[in-house]
């Protein structure tokens, strides 16, 4: 167990639709990363949140956005849902930002009908 | 830029085996570089990481050793067992690029008895 936790664990969806996972990162850690892993991508960073602020983007659709809460969990937001968004998103955190090991959430599988 | 390219699977062993997984990296500067596994079902565990040059890291009978000269950080161990059978991603985390990871696609192993 990695400490890091993610709901839910499961989402089927349509088309068109929005949601919401959230992840809680562990007792500790300020980084928060989302990942999302499909079997054509591969697995792809999204985003990075450092203590409420935003510190880095990688491969993010502007139909998803994120945020980190004073408390310091995170949610990631997915809207108009297409097919092709159907993937496992995974968060993890870090204590800081300085190439510091990741620690693993069991991830939400999302799926798009 | 960054990036990591790790041999192609599915890998498939027998038992008490020896395995090699190839990766190799492209990156500025000296990157830390990591090796996580992800069990069916489950996110991603760290297995071993290595922050320098000629540093190894070693885990559950697992080795890697930080080549500079050869960009590589290949993954072995000597006698593979069926419950090492699982998806293994090589990863380094760059210099000046904050915490954001860049994983290769990963390396499917199977273990028979």
């Known amino acids: 167990d990695s400490g890091v936790t993610q709901t839910p664990k499961h989402l089927i969806t349509a088309t068109g639709q929005r949601v919401t996972l959230r992840c809680s990162p562990r007792?500790?850690?300020?980084?928060v990363y989302w990942y999302q892993q499909s079997l054509d991508q591969g697995l792809q960073f999204l985003i990075q949140?450092?203590?409420?602020?935003?510190?880095a983007k990688g491969n993010i659709l502007e139909r998803f956005s994120a945020q980190q809460f004073p408390d310091l969990h995170s949610e990631l937001n997915l809207s108009s849902l297409e097919l092709g968004d159907s993937a496992l998103y995974f968060c993890a955190s870090s204590v800081g930002l300085n190439k510091e090991t990741q620690y693993f959430g069991p991830g939400t599988r999302l799926l798009v009908l | 830029g960054n990036s990591v390219t790790q041999m192609e699977g599915p890998v498939t062993l027998s038992e008490e085996a020896f395995l090699t997984i190839n990766c190799t990296y492209t990156?500025?500067?000296?990157?830390?570089l990591f090796w996580y596994v992800q069990y069916p079902g489950e996110g991603l565990q760290l297995l071993l990481k290595a922050t320098k040059a000629d540093d190894k890291g070693s885990n559950k009978g697992f080795e890697a050793t930080y080549r500079k000269e050869t960009t590589s950080f290949h993954l072995e161990k000597g006698s593979v067992q069926v419950s090492d059978s699982a998806v293994y991603f090589c990863a380094l985390i760059g210099t000046n690029t904050g915490n954001q990871f860049y994983f290769g696609t990963g390396t499917s192993l199977t273990v028979i008895p």
């Open positions: 007792s500790g850690d300020l980084s």
């Open positions: 949140y450092y203590n409420g602020e935003e510190r």
């Open positions: 990156a500025t500067g000296y990157p830390s």
